[in-house]
Nanobody, 126 residues
Framework: QVQLVESGGGLVQAGDSLRLSCVAS????????MGWFRQAPGKEREFVAA????????YYSDRTKGRFTMSRDNAKNTVYLQMNSLKPEDTAVYYC???????????????????WGQGTQVTVSS
């Protein structure tokens, strides 16, 4: 059974940085897509970033591109999301997820992902 555990969230001020981690277990992940999503209260789950490591490419949303950086350590089955220049509108629960079959048209769609972590809260005060 695939398990994903996120950590690293917290309360920060606008302009600060945070690094989220997601440790995956229960499978072999080197060939999968790993994604980061977020969900603010009353809003739909939103794509943040995803990595298709077999093709050596990382995808970002337009809202986070340039401020957020996704990285991955296959040896540790861990993905990271470095978030810089945080804004109050970045406040949300952040989730990591696994997509077993890559397709460029579906990588940003949360309903296409197969496994999810429990999420970690990020709160950015102004």
């Amino acid at each position: 059974q695939v398990q994903l555990v996120e950590s690293g969230g917290g309360l920060v001020q606008a302009g600060d940085s945070l690094r989220l981690s997601c440790v995956a277990s229960g499978g072999t992940f080197s060939g999968y897509v790993m994604g980061w999503f977020r969900q603010a209260p009353g809003k739909e789950r939103e794509f943040v970033a995803a990595s298709n490591w077999s093709a050596g490419r990382i995808y970002y949303s337009d809202r986070t591109k340039g401020r957020f950086t996704m990285s991955r350590d296959n040896a540790k089955n861990t993905v990271y999301l470095q978030m810089n220049s945080l804004k109050p509108e970045d406040t949300a629960v952040y989730y990591c997820a696994v997509l077993r079959r890559f397709h460029p048209l579906t990588i940003r769609i949360p309903e296409q992902y197969d496994f999810w972590g429990q999420g970690t809260q990020v709160t950015v005060s102004s």
